[in-house]
């Protein structure tokens, strides 16, 4: 068949169908046709198979609907072997095939997997990285409206302005805010104004101070006694008022006030944790037994700022006062939760050296009385020796819990010196060893049935016995290598003995017949021997023995015949005799003067084995021996035996393997049979959780044991008795109307309008009467504002590095692809602990088997890039049943397609193109 070719021109607007093809071609020669196949890149042809099967069944699905979530198994089987075709596999993804590892539910909670794509994988970390709170400022500068000014509040839209008059002090500022409902609280600290918002509102505050100046002609005071009264405020009086004022303190404004009893030395009495609540707010706190009052009142102090509650220490007492007076000031305390302390009793140290007591009921007590009925004890192993010393050499592995060594030991060493080399390597196999007489015993280093040690026996002295040699058959036999333990028996026959190479050389009546020069060679080497005419042949016999020590031939003479033999057996027995001039001729040999030995033939065990000469080596699965023949003898020798067996090696104490085991303690408490772990035991009796330790070697009776749980002591004194206090309003009578004061500022009318009248702290009694007169009035001018602002402190939550926001009440998170929604568990706040969320999902149906090959090098390559997005149909992906409409399913499957077709030219209808079969060349 010819196939002629074509210029490029001539396939213009033509398809070259290759894509599969037969030729048929019949030679001249041939009477039947030779069938040619080939197949062109049948990996690409089954993906593009497989594609061209995912897209069909989507276009199917989309004429009749928009869903495909019947097909979606089976493009999940097909993908599947897409993936193994293209080298890879495949996951797949979803929330029903994803695995969660390492969450915390009492960190996380509610967790939502949203998005998984296929091989998807992420792993979270993070938390709370900022607590929500309401807003708060600290006015620095609030001395300066000690002479006077205003202060301007706005919360969120609501404003408010306060009024200070000359001379007031800052803690007096907080309690004329707090006194009224202004939505703020505020203290005096260290010298500053705090002021923080009560709901969650934005937060502003303008300091306004004023320089105050006196005009004649306006309201004037006279006869205040200033160690009674600090301020009287006239700005709210008409011009021209004359006024006497005159009263009494009846009480002054109190603090709430509750007192926690300390022990001696002004320690805590017990552990503690409770909420401490005052006007500000509410805060936990913590205390521990044995911590000093000073340390347990800066805890509390450090969150004055929080809840308005300080706190202060007398003697044993510690003292929590309200920052505030009246009756608005509150101490409260609440949700007290107090430890319960475990307590060990009556344990004997020589009986259980630790006892540790995990966990016990509230307020419960359970008592412990038995009996260890076994000891624990360590695996020992004994080795046997005698007179104190080794019996055999040996070499074995010795192994503890903690590795293996290789000791060696030698015939009559003394056991001590073993015992010390052995215990010089405890540190590498945990096994320490001990001598008592001709017993050296090996010792675990942990007690416990799952500790061991083992002694494995490499090698040990070999006893070899041979009988049955008969010495006029075999003589020394030697055994060069014995298989241990094993016995071997050797019997055949000698079928043929070894000869000696020989020559032959007739003479004339007892004489040479003709003069001759020869070389003489034996095993040994070669000499030259002159011959003369008529030389006797005794002379000549004499001549050759004379060299023998260098020929290694013997020359005998019998009657006018010498024969030349060599000394040895076999075919290293040689004898050749080269004339180099004259007359010399010999008999036998090979004709020429040359003639060697033959070596003994055998037969052992039905072997064929042929000797060196009468030099015998034998070997086979059991053992290689050397022995040599009596010369001459032939036919069957006695059988010989060889019987190898081990030296003395008495190990006892352990199984067959030799491995001996630790004992687990056994004991008897409250009637209930326990085994330990080695001698620590591990129980549950009653509420209470304990673990112990027996004495090493210990067995008998227990002391009775007292375990119980104590609620610590938590006293706290005042108030109403169940931790609530509040304080009280001052009253003051003044020109004969009562008033009440949570500050000690009492507003009095004066007419129609009023006055501020503000006492000396904590002064109470009668106070010096006062006028009010029109000589004297006041001027102000406003100094330079300065403003401050704050916004409430929105909680914040970060995820590997990134801000997280809040939709609609939950965290939502994206990383790598696995998007996931949760909530905090209740209470939680902090750094969570890292978890992974990972595709484990796999094909329902496995795929079909087609043998081919996965593609490779730049095929792969390229055809991963053409079916980028197809993968993402797989459960979990991007445009799987649950995502997409299948008409969009279909159009990824379809753009996948037409990239394979664009790639290798494949059209289904009309075979492959031209520039699909010069992408396979080339690849």
């Known amino acids: 068949m010819t196939i002629s070719s074509s210029t490029s021109s001539s396939f213009v607007s033509r398809s070259l169908l290759v894509e599969n093809f037969q030729l048929s071609a019949r030679a001249s020669s041939q009477t039947e046709p030779e069938t040619l196949l080939r197949r062109v890149d049948t990996t690409s042809d089954r993906i593009n198979s497989l594609v061209a099967g995912i897209s069909e069944k989507l276009l199917d699905a989309a004429r009749v ?115 009224s409902n202004y939505g703020v609280k505020a203290i005096d600290l260290d010298g500053k104004l705090q002021l923080t918002a009560k709901t969650s509102e934005s937060l502003e505050a303008t300091v306004r101070p004023v320089r105050t100046g006196r005009n004649y002609g306006d309201n004037q005071l006279f006869g205040v006694n200033a160690s009674q009264i600090d301020r009287v405020d006239l700005s709210q009086l008409p011009e021209g008022v004359s006024q006497t004022v005159q009263g009494q303190v009846d009480s002054v404004a109190s603090v709430a006030r509750l007192t926690y009893q300390g022990t001696a030395g002004g320690l805590v009495a017990g552990s503690a944790s409770f909420d401490l609540s005052g006007d500000l707010g509410s805060a936990n706190v913590e205390t521990t037994r044995g911590e000093s009052l000073i340390s347990f009142a800066e805890k509390i102090n450090n969150v004055s700022a929080f809840t308005g509650v300080k706190a202060e220490v007398n003697g044993n007492e510690l003292r929590l006062v309200s920052q505030l007076r009246g009756d608005d000031a509150e101490v409260r305390l609440s949700n007290v939760v107090r430890q319960f302390r475990p307590t060990v009793e009556g344990v004997n140290a020589a009986q259980i050296p630790r006892f540790d007591l995990q966990s016990i009921a509230d307020g419960a007590e359970v008592n412990l009385s038995g009996s260890v009925t076994t000891a624990a004890d360590t695996a020992k192993l004994q080795y046997q020796g005698s007179g104190g010393n080794v019996v055999d050499s040996a070499v074995f592995t010795l192994s503890g819990n903690l590795g293996s060594e290789q000791i060696a030991i030698s015939q009559s060493e003394s056991l001590v010196d073993v015992r010390d080399r052995i215990n010089a390597e405890t540190d590498s196999t945990g096994v320490t060893a001990s001598v008592d007489g001709d017993t050296l015993q090996f010792s675990g280093s942990e007690v416990g049935s799952a500790e061991s040690i083992q002694v494995t026996l490499d090698d040990i002295t070999q006893y070899v016995e041979v009988d049955g040699v008969n010495a006029s058959q075999i003589q020394g036999f030697t055994v060069n290598s014995s298989e241990p333990r094993s016995t071997n028996t050797l019997s055949g026959s000698v079928d043929q003995a070894a000869t000696k190479g020989q020559l032959t050389y007739d003479g004339f009546l007892g004489s040479a017949s003709a003069s001759a020069t020869i070389n003489l060679t034996g095993e040994l080497g070669t000499v030259e021997i002159d011959v003369s ?109 060889v019987t190898t067996s081990d030296g003395s090696f008495d190990l006892s104490g352990g199984d067959e393997t030799g491995t001996a085991y630790g004992v687990d303690a056994e004991a008897t408490i409250n009637g209930q049979s326990y085994v330990a772990d080695g001698d620590e035991f591990d129980l549950t009796v009653d509420s209470a959780v304990m673990t112990f330790d027996v004495e090493a070697g210990f067995s008998g009776a227990i002391d009775p044991i007292t375990l119980r749980s104590d609620e ?56 010096d009467s006062f006028e009010i007169d029109s000589d004297v009035s006041t001027k102000r001018r406003t100094g330079t504002p300065s403003t401050y602002n704050a916004s409430a402190a929105r909680e914040r939550f970060a995820i590997n590095g990134q801000e997280v926001s809040k939709v609609d009440g939950r965290y939502e998170f994206e990383q790598d692809g696995v998007r996931i929604g949760f909530q905090l568990a209740d209470g939680f706040r902090g750094s969570f602990d890292n978890f992974t969320i990972t595709a484990n999902g796999a094909a329902s149906e496995p795929y079909s088997s087609y043998q081919t090959s996965p593609l490779t090098g730049t095929t792969l390559d390229a055809t991963q890039a053409a079916l980028i997005d197809l993968l993402q149909l797989a459960s979990g992906g991007d445009y799987d049943s649950k995502q997409t409409h299948a008409l969009d399913a279909y159009s990824v499957s379809k753009e996948a397609l037409v990239n394979l077709q664009s790639l290798f030219g494949v059209s289904s209808r009309r075979g492959r193109s031209l520039n699909g079969l010069l992408f396979d060349q080339s690849a």
């Open 65 to 179: 609907g928009s869903s495909f979530s019947n097909l979606q198994g089976n493009i999940d089987t097909a993908l599947t072997e897409i993936s193994e075709l293209l080298g890879q596999s495949l996951t797949l993804g979803g929330s029903e095939n994803s695995v969660v590892r390492g969450l915390d539910s009492g960190q996380i909670k509610d967790l939502e997997i949203l998005s998984l794509p296929p091989n998807g994988s992420a792993r979270f970390s993070g938390g709370v990285s900022q607590r929500a709170g309401n807003a708060e400022i600290l006015i620095t500068d609030a001395g300066r409206l000690q002479g006077g000014g205003t202060l301007d509040l706005k919360v969120g839209e609501s404003s408010r302005r306060i009024q200070f008059q000359p001379g007031r002090s800052i803690s007096g500022m907080a309690q004329q805010i707090n006194s």
């Open 533 to 641: 005419a008529f030389q006797s042949l005794s002379s000549l016999r004499d001549d050759i023995n004379d060299r023998t020590g260098d020929t290694g031939v013997v020359a005998t003479l019998s009657g006018s015949r010498i024969t030349l033999e060599s000394q040895s057996d076999g075919s290293d027995g040689i004898v050749e005799v080269e004339v180099t001039s004259g007359s010399f001729d010999t008999n036998g040999g090979d004709g020429n003067g040359i003639a060697a030995g033959a070596d003994a033939q055998l037969t052992i065990n039905g072997n064929s084995v042929t000797a060196d000469g009468n030099q015998v080596d034998y070997v086979d699965s059991l053992g290689s021996y050397s022995f040599d023949l009596e010369p001459g003898f032939t036919g069957t020798f006695d059988s010989v035996t």
């Open 712 to 767: 610590d002591e938590f006293t706290v004194t005042g108030g109403d008795g169940n931790g609530n206090a509040s304080g009280q309003d001052g009253q003051a009578t003044i020109n004969g109307a009562i008033y009440t004061s949570s500050n000690d500022t009492y507003q009095v009318a004066i007419g129609e309008s009023s006055i501020d009248l503000e006492l000396a702290e904590f002064f109470a009694g009668a106070f």
